[in-house]
């Protein structure tokens, strides 16, 4: 009878218990692994720039996207603690269990709302998704919900605005759904998307959520092209991105041009720093009253904003040396994930972080 009533007792709890990212690997183990190596794996313990941008706030100011699952995710927006290694639910980064409990996404004016599926107390969780008829297991029901197709990115990845009302990036316009989101970054790939595989499904959705620490989505992020005159070079750049070429706050992105002759460099569109060539940097940067701010939390205005919106073209024209047959020229796209005055800031040691990566390159022969 002891056995009999604990069971009782018991049982009604198991499934009011967080479900951890491992063990979704159970039924998923394809998403599971394409997760582990994904960006929303990142948080506070495992990503450099990330822990020490928020170390040098008084709060935790990330927590609200980076951290979403915490259970004491208020206490760390106002300061009263600071996240904890022991916490699973801070470990699990953008958790699998939450992302797949959102219900609404409401618009704000700082940053959007999640609003999170009310769950029963003493029944296995539902999670949702965009797959048709989808398959229960003993750990969670499954339900279909046309937030997974049209505005779950939305949440995150809208805008978000500091205290004091700064705009600090914005990748969706006011009325831009996650269509365009998933297709790019969540492509249906081969695989199925669960191990038991009921209804014989031969592709699922991209967990791996690549970006721009990808190389194959940098280089077909931005198009270059390159039109020489007798004194001028004319060069061409298109954002192929349905989001603004420049979102997250640290990074850097900009035009290396060079004119070759004989081997030799004989002119730079900048000699030692890419601001050197304003035109050609795309970044944003802030202020604190008057004064430059590396972190975006104490920021009171932005400073320098110079981008390249969602599919837009620019030409940016530049006075050369007169040139001569065959002059090569090449013109190159790079991006520095953290900007060079704010990896010197927070003393970041991740070399991936401060060197910059390619994007794109062309290059063309005076004939």
Known sequence: MKKISLFLLTTPLLYAVYLSNKSCEECHPDIYREYQHSYHSKTFFNDELHRKVAKKAPVYDCGRCHMPAAGNLRDMEKGKTWPNPIH??????????YCHQIAFVKKAQRF???????????????LYGALNNPDDCDKHSSVKSPIYEKFVCAGCHSHKRNGNDVLIFRAMKENQGSEGCIKCHMPEIPGAPEKMNKRARMTHHSHFFNGIHD??????????????ERRKIIVTLHNKMGHPLIIQAARMKYLDLRLYRDGKVVWRNFKKDPMEDRKAVFVTNFLEHGKPSLIPYFATKRGFVNNLDANETRTLEYAVPEMKKRDRIEAAMYVILAKPECSAAIDL???????????????????
């Open 88 to 97: 699973q639910r801070q470990k699990d980064a953008v958790s699998c269990f």
């Open 215 to 228: 190389d194959a989505m940098r280089r077909k992020s931005v198009d270059i092209s390159i039109r020489p």
């Open 349 to 367: 040691k991740e070399r991936e972080l401060t060197t910059p990566l390619l994007m794109k390159k062309a290059e063309t022969t005076l004939r």
């Open 112 to 126: 959007n709302q999640i609003v999170l599926a009310k769950q029963a107390e003493g029944y296995k969780p539902t």
